[in-house]
């Protein structure tokens, strides 16, 4: 028997593959002869994109097209647990057709939460990765959802596209043990409503191919526009603008990999500052002013008493319910406000750090 949640996902999808019968084929991009960029390392070699001037097709599927799309570069995993140890990384994505990925999530909507293990490079492939599992996760109202990553870099375009599209979307981002996160990596890392990294995370110096540059100067006016795209997209994302000038500094042949005291000084660790003020905008107006100060004070204290380093994610998660009731939570006047009220009835508990508050 059809489960009653599915059926609205079937209606769609029927609509979806009449859609996919167009005989209409997708262009590629036009690039007004722009010169090519290049990638942020992908394993310390440089690659070469265009500057797309042309509108590129979405790459978030709709009601009535579901293009074409493969993961050429990398492998992607769904799991409904936090815990890789124990339950593993789930089943292997083949296809990223429609409905593989609701066979693939369905019980992650039972679990209310899914974990997408992807392990590659940073190109359209992912891109399509990233919207097509939010599409699903939007459609079943999975609302934990996190990115578990191993990635050396890719395309600069690509990860400021699929950055873009995770910041507006819910997506944790874990880095964790023996995992990396080098290169383009990073600005998929930025975008993360939180981002939790036990392993590796390295920035070099991005360049320009077929440069006509013959001095310094001329090298420098080339890379000030994209070096301006990087900045921007940083500091929209609550990262240190600068740390796209620190890249400027590493040479593409090297690697520098940040330690946890520039991870945190640069905002690439932890919280998202940019959704955290988003997010307390909002409660304030949803809940009241009272209502955000007191869970301002309970953020700062659960940092000063709960994120002990070592400490177990479940001690961590302990100590903050206990926390709570010191100011006032949980609150029944704005419930799904409260801290940590998303893991309350979980059954697999989630890093603290990983939280998004809704």
């Avoid at 590129?56 to 599927?61: E, H, R, Y």
């Avoid at 890392?189 to 939180?194: E, F, K, N, P, V």
């Avoid at 929209?236 to 593409?252: E, F, K, S, Y």
């Avoid at 209502?291 to 301002?296: I, K, M, Q, Y």
Wanted: contains cysteine.
């Amino acid at each position: 028997m059809t489960k009653p949640w599915l059926l609205p996902i079937l209606v769609s999808a029927f609509i979806a593959a009449l859609g996919g019968c167009s005989d209409e084929t997708p262009t590629s991009d036009a690039t007004d002869g722009a010169p090519p960029v290049v990638t942020l390392g992908e394993d310390r070699s440089m690659t070469a994109i265009a500057r797309v001037r042309a509108p590129t097709p979405p790459a978030t599927p709709d009601f009535t097209y579901w293009p074409p799309a493969t993961l050429d570069s990398g492998t992607a995993r769904v799991s409904c647990h936090y815990d890789y140890d124990r339950e593993g990384d789930g089943d292997r994505i083949g296809a990223l057709e429609f409905f593989n990925l609701v066979d693939r999530l369905s019980d992650c909507r039972e679990a209310g939460m899914v974990r997408l293990r992807y392990e590659g490079k940073i190109d359209a492939g992912f891109t399509a990765l990233m919207a097509r599992v939010t599409e699903i996760a939007d459609r079943m109202e999975i609302r934990n959802r996190v990115l578990d990553i191993d990635s050396v870099g890719g395309q600069v375009e690509e990860a400021i596209r699929v950055g873009d599209q995770i910041a507006e979307s819910g997506w944790s981002i874990w880095v964790r043990n023996r995992s990396l996160c080098h290169s383009a990596c990073v600005l998929v890392l930025a975008a993360g409503d939180t981002r939790s990294i036990t392993g590796k995370v390295g920035i070099h110096r991005l360049m320009r191919l077929k440069s006509t540059a013959t001095t310094r100067a001329e090298l420098n006016d080339e890379l000030r526009d994209i070096t301006q795209q990087l900045r921007d997209y940083l500091s929209r994302n609550g990262v240190a603008a600068h740390l796209a000038d620190r890249m400027m500094t590493i040479p593409a042949r090297n690697l520098l990999l940040l330690t946890t005291a520039e991870l945190r000084q640069y905002g690439l660790s932890g919280t998202n500052a940019a959704q955290e003020d988003l997010d307390r905008i909002r409660v304030a107006r949803k809940c009241g002013e009272d209502f955000a100060r007191r869970r301002d004070a309970f953020g700062r204290a659960f940092d000063n008493q709960c994120m002990e380093p070592g400490a177990a994610f479940e001690s961590m998660a302990d100590c903050g319910r206990a926390l709570r009731g010191q100011f006032g939570f949980p609150d029944q006047r704005c419930p799904d406000e409260t801290p940590l009220a998303r893991f309350d009835n979980a059954g697999d508990q989630a890093p603290p750090q990983m939280l998004r508050q809704e």
